[in-house]
């Protein structure tokens, strides 16, 4: 049992560049979700998906976009990277009664 | 105002102490309350959730939610320095039930 996968681990950027980071989890969760931790701060949420083909948008939004592929797979994209998002993104899935959640090993991302 | 507001510390108690960690949060019709830790360098990992008034206790942690005062708080009995790391509080409201809103998180480092 995996729980939550994320891949890269970590990844270095050039401004402008575009990336996908991939996240899955084994858990049968409805609810998935992406965040973004900054040095000394807590978890701000960049978008979430309550199931299969719904997503809704967190509090960070901007520079951003989500994909849930299926019940498994919910990946977020950087179009056009900017400094401003190096940061650790985390994924996460959780039961829809419980709203638990349970969280991937993170991606560090740098961009330069 | 942040939403939910945790003591930035860092909070250092000696090897067997209690540590006590707190948690405001607005009000806004709350719902659901959770503890997190994470480890440096590591993902958040729940400790606790908590759904009503009172005291909820799972082995060395307390977690005791007062919804009229608006916070929640988790006690680490017989702390050891294994639990040195940051503690998140989370909370999700009705009206986004699937969300939650994390503080900013408390360093709690136990000492030998």
């Known amino acids: 049992n995996a729980g939550v996968t994320q891949t890269p681990k970590f990844q270095v950027l050039k401004t402008g560049q575009s990336m996908t980071l991939q996240c899955a989890q084994d858990?049968?969760?409805?609810?998935m979700y992406w965040y973004r931790q900054d040095p000394g701060m807590g978890l701000r949420l960049i978008y979430y998906?309550?199931?299969?083909?719904?997503?809704d948008k967190g509090e960070v939004p901007n520079g951003y976009n989500v994909s849930r592929l299926n019940k498994r797979e919910f990946s977020l994209r950087l179009e056009s990277a900017a400094p401003s998002q190096t940061s650790v993104y985390f994924c996460a899935s959780s039961e829809a009664q419980s709203y638990e959640q349970y969280f991937g090993p993170g991606t560090r991302l740098t961009v330069t | 105002q942040k939403e939910v507001e945790q003591n930035s510390g860092p909070l250092s108690v000696p090897e067997g102490a209690i540590a006590s960690l707190n948690c405001t949060y607005s009000d806004r019709g709350s719902q659901s309350f959770f503890w997190y830790r994470q480890y440096s360098g590591k993902s958040p990992e729940l400790i606790m959730s908590i759904y009503s008034n009172g005291d909820k206790e799972d082995g060395r942690f307390t977690a005791q939610l007062n919804k009229a005062s608006q916070y929640v708080s988790l006690l680490i009995r017989d702390s050891q320095p294994s639990d040195s790391a940051t503690y998140l509080c989370a909370v999700n409201w009705w009206t986004n039930a699937g969300k939650s809103t994390f503080g900013d998180g408390t360093t709690l480092t136990v000492k030998p």
């Open positions: 998906s309550a199931s299969e083909g719904t997503t």
């Open positions: 858990m049968n969760h409805n609810s």
